[in-house]
């Protein structure tokens, strides 16, 4: 399993999600803290979800940003079972988010499509059997939206004071990864 600094994580994942996010007007700090979709970056909770069905020795915990910087001698030994140290190797990074003047600019442009997809799916028309008709019928609607592309969304950084009010509300998150894993986050 790989982790990240919560606080940092929780950012990041909302910037991912961050057309679905902007509709519904409630603050980073508000998502992040009591979102039930952020809860993956929550590490108590989800680490009392593992431990239920696997004993804390059987869950393999490894930083996010080692294996970016490629301090993979302990991947490697679990995965292969063999101790011959890998060859350290840095992953291409292929974090495309631009950061101008307070804002996040997202990885990629937004087609029309996909906006026009997600309130489908989530008003559950496109998983309803009884709307084949008029999936029949959207399909290609949907497809020749793929060419109208909005431009990449600004997403406000979080303030200072956001950011440490957020950590301190993760407190507990580095704590659990320490005491268990010995991972440190500052």
Not at 95 to 117: I, Q
Not at 177 to 183: A, D, E
Request: net charge negative; charged share 30%; glycine share 4%.
């Amino acid at each position: 399993m790989t982790v990240r600094e919560p606080a940092n994580a929780l950012f990041s994942h909302y910037v991912e999600l961050y057309s679905q996010f902007s509709r519904e007007k409630k603050s980073f700090l508000d998502l992040a803290m009591y979102d039930q979709r952020m809860e993956v970056f929550h590490y108590t909770k989800l680490f009392n979800e593992i431990m239920q069905s696997f004993d804390s020795r059987q869950i393999f915990v490894k930083k996010f940003e080692e294996i970016i910087f490629g301090k993979t001698e302990d991947l490697y030994a679990l995965l292969t079972g063999e101790d011959v140290p890998c060859i350290p190797q840095t992953l291409e990074i292929n974090n495309h988010k631009k950061e101008e003047d307070g804002h996040v600019l997202t990885g990629k442009d937004f087609a029309l499509k996909d906006m026009v997809r997600e309130i489908l799916e989530s008003s559950g028309v496109l998983e309803n059997e009884c709307f084949w008709p008029i999936k029949k019928i959207l399909w290609p609607v949907l497809k020749s939206l793929d060419i109208l592309k909005i431009r990449q969304m600004k997403v406000p950084k979080p303030t200072m004071e956001e950011r440490n009010a957020l950590r301190e509300y993760l407190k507990n998150e580095s704590q659990i990864l320490r005491r268990l894993y010995g991972i440190e986050y500052v």
